[in-house]
């Protein structure tokens, strides 16, 4: 089995920064692409930034240029380092990877962690 955990979300006041982690643990031999998803109430989950395994990024326009996506291929984690924080980037947000679970899987699968919630206070 597969578990991504986030942790670092939190309250802060428009401005401020929030550094988002999301390890991934478990059967797990290789993973590909991995990203941050969020969603706000009423709202459908939309993709906030992506990564390679190469380190190929993209980014949402909302995003490009306060937000940061990293990765530690050696500790199946991702990061998102989130700065000058506004109100409209109140969401919960999930992180989200494609994991090869042993070296025959012949495919990828999606795996989804449980959310963390980020408020932005004006």
């Known amino acids: 089995q597969v578990q991504l955990v986030e942790s670092g979300g939190g309250l802060v006041q428009a401005g401020g920064s929030l550094r988002l982690s999301c390890a991934a643990s478990g059967t797990v031999f290789k993973i590909d692409v991995m990203a941050w998803f969020r969603q706000a109430p009423g709202e459908q989950r939309e993709l906030v930034a992506s990564?390679?395994?190469?380190?190929?990024?993209n980014y949402a326009d909302s995003v490009k240029g306060r937000f940061t996506i990293s990765r530690d291929n050696a500790k199946n984690t991702v990061f998102l380092q989130m700065n000058s924080l506004k109100p409209e980037d109140t969401a919960v947000y999930y992180c989200?990877?494609?994991?090869?679970?042993?070296?025959?899987?012949?495919?990828?699968?999606?795996?989804w962690g449980q959310g963390t919630q980020v408020t932005v206070s004006s």
């Open positions: 989200n990877a494609a994991i090869a679970a042993y070296a025959s899987s012949t495919h990828l699968s999606g795996y």
């Open positions: 990564i390679t395994r190469g380190g190929n990024t």
